[in-house]
């Protein structure tokens, strides 16, 4: 079984930077894709940026796109997400997600695995 474990969440000021990252563990198939989500009070989850492990770069939700950037680490089975330019609006609980089908893209509900998520607050 597949389980996720992301890290690096905390409070910053906007404007600031925020690195988080997800381990992944007991995978046994190749063909997957993770993602990063986010979740504020009230909100429904969304899916912020995704990338294949087989090939392709990321791709990111609108509202993040040339502020965050979605890494991948295939020797550690890591993924990260760098986020710049932090605003207060950015708060929320970050997840880290994987499709098992490969699927690599922004609808939450194609994703099978979720991690705990880590708190990102940005203060204004």
């Known amino acids: 079984q597949v389980q996720l474990v992301e890290s690096g969440g905390g409070l910053v000021q906007a404007g600031g930077s925020l690195t988080l990252s997800c381990t992944a563990s007991?995978?046994?198939?190749?063909?997957?894709?993770m993602a990063w989500s986010r979740q504020a009070p009230g909100e429904e989850r969304e899916i912020v940026a995704a990338?294949?492990?087989?090939?392709?770069?990321?791709v990111y939700a609108g509202h993040v796109k040339g502020r965050f950037t979605m890494t991948r680490d295939y020797a550690a089975t890591t993924v990260d997400l760098q986020m710049n330019s932090l605003k207060p609006e950015d708060t929320a609980v970050y997840y880290c997600?994987?499709?098992?089908?490969?699927?690599?893209?922004?609808?939450?509900?194609?994703?099978?695995?979720w991690g705990q998520g880590t708190q990102v607050t940005v203060s204004s």
């Open positions: 007991g995978r046994t198939f190749s063909n997957y894709a």
């Open positions: 997600a994987e499709s098992r089908f490969g699927y690599a893209g922004l609808d939450p509900g194609a994703y099978d695995t």
């Open positions: 990338i294949a492990w087989t090939g392709g770069g990321p």
